[in-house]
């Protein structure tokens, strides 16, 4: 990464390149120059992901492979998905803001999700880092789920 002095003295221009086996990103982002809360820079690091993912889609697809999930599609939703400790308190900002009956909603989606996790174990491994090996964090089937829970 190098920096250059952008015309305004509250933000520099930061040049990120990224490459992957069928693409590259080459792209300069305006960040703030002083430091500044890691949740105010979300934003800017979903639309760098949004971006890495269409460029990674696009490699694919330009190599005559086809992409099955998209936008809308729910499956990240019937999977674990890791996200920072930053995301998940955005997320709960997030759900403080809704009315009281989505936020009730929404509440009771991830303590169903997070009593399913507990049925497979996973919470319990999750949460006691420390005993973490390589391939030992692995969910078991939730009974009468045709597929185990991620």
């Not at 509250?10 to 990224?18: A, G, K, S």
């Not at 086996?21 to 703030?32: A, D, H, I």
């Not at 920072?84 to 936020?103: F, G, H, N």
Request: charge should be neutral.
């Amino acid at each position: 990464m190098s920096s250059d002095q952008d015309a305004s003295p509250q933000t520099i221009n930061v040049n990120v390149e990224l490459a992957g086996p069928e693409w590259r990103l080459q792209t300069t982002m305006s960040v703030p120059a002083e430091p500044i809360a890691l949740k105010e820079m979300l934003p800017l690091f979903f639309s760098f992901a949004d971006a890495v993912m269409s460029a990674a889609a696009n490699g694919v697809e330009q190599s005559g492979e086809k992409i099955s999930c998209k936008k809308g599609c729910g499956a990240c939703c019937r999977q674990l998905v890791p996200i920072s400790e930053t995301e998940a308190c955005w997320i709960q900002e997030l759900v403080d803001r809704l009315p009281p009956q989505k936020q009730t909603q929404i509440r009771n989606r991830f303590a169903e999700a997070r009593r399913r996790l507990a049925e497979t174990g996973l919470v319990e491994k999750l949460l006691h880092r420390e005993s973490w090996a390589e391939g030992t964090v692995s969910p078991r089937p939730v009974a009468g789920s045709p597929k185990a829970v991620y």
